[in-house]
Structure formats: structure tokens, C-alpha cells
């Protein structure tokens, strides 16, 4: 087993911005399976909701119980649209804060088939790069608001205006205020290396950050960007894009001065090895697939837009202990936010979901 050479305690109270069509589904999975392991509080999203007020920005009290609570919750992950004075309000001074960033050119391709139906400028386009090849044809400020998945989704996420001016000083001021108020900034084209880095940052172990991909789509429902398209994403996008530039940067650089690139290779290795073990162990088909073949609903992923958003079959004959673990690592988002609010307001009225329960006790923790 790869050890750290100085021992180190886990860090447990920990803020991940869940930035959308960036992996961060499979991120929310490993924070709600780690806060699980540890006995930890999440900060849940109040009432039916099941993000923390998005695409508002973010209120402490759209937190469940945060009146009762105040600053006592551990872990804070769903969707939310940052806003660090009152995240601080809800989470411990001590808390690590990171999140995660994507090359915004097949980000926004993910953006246009997810959110196809809900987007006025991707509706009225017929396919991604009639979209690209004249945006301000279909992106209208007056929708804005609607709006928001079709350009700079990931500066919108971190809580900035994704129609502002590309000045040089604001991107600038901006870079250095993510800077200030994330201690970590993750790069889903690199997810394992990502892992890595945050095991690392954490002090958290390996079966930490194992996972297995969730809420990705099938290939059939990928449409190619032209060379051109790829071009004016980096012009159309062009906040995300330096985001995204300046980030992919300070990223390998901690790869550096934390990991060694030489160690990296080591333990993504160990990671894949690992997770490939668990596959092994858990899945029927050793992969993921299509909506039309879970056949569990209870681990039936939410569908949107002309996304295929694809999920997994647990094989039959596991004894209980792994088919906890093997349900915990494929169940989707929506269905774990239910039940771990079950599991901490249990005299509440539960998340209403219109789907069969994975669990029915919630003692089982």
C-alpha cells in the first residue's frame, strides 16, 4: 500500500462547489459517502428542494434546520450558487473549501443536449454548432436568467455575472478571489489525477475517493463540434475559458509540490486497479448503461434534455454488507439527497421523489 510519509488527520468539515457538467455528480458521491463513514452532518437543502437555493445565490436559511444548527455542519455539497458570507455562516472557520473546473469547450457541447429543453438560445438552435456559429441569434439578454447554462455556466457558479465584459483587471480580480476563497480547484479532464490530489490535500484514503462515474451520458447522444465551434467557445465562453486556463495551471503546479508526478502515476494506477476491483465486485455488466436498462428505478438516474444519462445494474447475489457499499457507490443524486435527509431529519416530511425507495430503514448507517 502507498503510505504518506507524515501521518496526518483526515479533515472532516469540508465545502465542495458543485459546478455543473464537470464530473461534480461523482464528487457529490464520494463527500456523501465519506460524510456517511464518519458520522458527519450535511448541510441538506431545506424543505423539497434539492439544491440549495440555485440558481439564486446561496442563503444560509435555504439550509435545513440551519436556525437550530447554525455553524455545526460538517460537509456542504449540492448545488448552489456561491456566496461566502453566508456560506460562512453555515460552515466552521476551519473548513477546507474546493471545487471543480472543466475545458468549457465539451462542457458547453454537455450544457447543450442536457439542458436542450430548458434553455431558450439551445431551443430555439437545431443542433450545437448552429448555436456556436451565431449565439447572439438565440442568446437574448432579456432571458438571461434562463440563459445561464448557455454561456460562462462556470463563472455564474462561483457567483460572478456571466455576461460581464472580458476586462483584463476584473478577470484578474476575480482569479484572485476564487484564489482567496478556495483552498483547492480540481480539473475534471483530469479526473483520477483529481482524486489523487484531493486524497492527498485531505488526508483522506484511498476507498475515499474511489468511485464510479455517474450521471455521464451515452456517446450516441454526443454531437461534434466543428473546429470553428471549438474556436468561438474560447471567444463566447471567453470568462470560463480563462477560468478554466488559469486553474488548469495552479492544478498541476499542486500536483507538483503535493503528489510528484512520479507518485501520481503510482496511485492513479492504484486507483484504477481499485475501482476495477469494486466493478468487478458490484456491476452486472462491469459498465454502466443505458436509461432503458436499470433495472433497479429505485437507481434510476434523473433524465434530462436529449441526454441519455446512463446508470448501473448491482448483481443479485451480494451479501448485505457489499451490496450496501456496491448501492452507495451507483446511487444518483437526487435518490442520496433524499435519504440521507431521511437519515437526518427523520422527523421531517421526506424529499418526495416519485420513485421506490432503495432503503426503508434508515437505521443502517
Not at 485531505?202 to 461534434?224: A, E, G, M, P
Not at 474556436?231 to 500536483?255: M, P
Not at 451507483?330 to 424529499?351: D, F, N, R, W
Request: charged share 25%.
Amino acid at each position: 500500500l502507498l503510505t504518506s510519509p507524515t501521518p496526518c488527520r483526515a479533515k472532516t468539515n469540508v465545502m465542495f462547489l458543485k459546478t455543473h457538467k464537470t464530473a461534480s455528480s461523482t464528487v457529490f458521491n464520494i463527500m456523501f459517502r465519506f460524510a456517511e463513514r464518519y458520522n458527519l452532518t450535511v448541510a441538506l437543502p431545506a424543505g423539497q428542494l434539492f439544491h440549495l437555493g440555485y440558481p439564486k445565490n446561496f442563503m444560509a436559511h435555504f439550509v435545513e434546520d440551519f436556525e437550530a444548527i447554525g455553524q455545526n455542519y460538517n460537509i456542504m455539497c449540492n448545488h448552489l450558487r456561491f456566496n461566502p458570507l453566508e456560506v460562512q455562516k453555515v460552515m466552521a472557520p476551519n473548513t477546507f473549501y474546493f471545487s471543480i473546473l472543466r475545458n468549457p469547450i465539451p462542457l458547453l457541447e454537455s450544457s447543450y443536449i442536457y439542458y436542450k429543453n430548458e434553455v431558450p438560445a439551445f431551443r430555439s438552435s437545431r443542433d450545437v454548432n448552429e448555436y456556436l456559429a451565431s449565439p447572439t441569434r438565440y442568446y437574448h439578454p432579456a432571458d438571461s436568467r434562463q440563459n445561464i447554462y448557455a454561456r460562462n455556466i462556470m463563472w455564474f457558479d462561483f457567483g460572478y455575472d456571466n455576461n460581464a465584459e472580458d476586462d483584463a483587471e476584473y478577470t484578474q480580480a476575480v482569479l484572485e478571489e476564487i484564489e482567496q476563497n478556495f483552498h483547492l480547484i480540481l480539473i475534471a479532464d483530469y479526473f483520477d489525477e483529481s482524486m489523487i490530489l484531493l486524497k492527498h490535500t485531505l488526508c483522506w484514503d484511498l476507498d475515499d475517493v474511489i468511485y464510479f462515474k455517474l450521471n455521464s451520458r451515452s456517446q450516441d447522444t454526443v454531437q461534434t463540434l466543428t473546429p470553428e465551434s471549438e474556436e468561438r467557445i474560447k471567444v463566447w465562453c471567453s470568462l470560463d475559458w480563462k477560468l478554466y486556463l488559469h486553474f488548469n495551471q495552479t492544478f498541476w503546479r499542486r500536483i507538483e509540490e503535493t503528489v510528484g508526478l512520479e507518485l501520481l502515476e503510482k496511485e492513479v494506477d492504484h486507483l484504477r486497479t481499485r475501482q476495477k476491483e469494486l466493478m468487478e465486485t458490484c456491476l452486472l455488466e462491469q459498465e454502466a448503461v443505458g436509461k432503458g436498462h436499470v433495472r433497479n428505478k429505485a437507481l434510476q438516474p434523473y433524465q434530462s434534455g436529449a441526454a441519455n444519462i446512463l446508470g448501473y445494474n448491482l448483481k443479485q447475489d451480494l451479501d448485505n454488507r457489499t451490496l450496501r457499499i456496491c448501492q452507495k457507490m451507483v446511487i444518483p443524486e437526487l435518490q442520496y439527497t433524499s435519504y440521507l435527509y431521511a437519515v437526518q431529519h427523520p422527523h421531517k416530511k421526506g424529499k418526495q421523489l416519485g420513485l421506490p425507495l432503495l432503503w426503508t430503514h434508515f437505521q443502517e448507517r
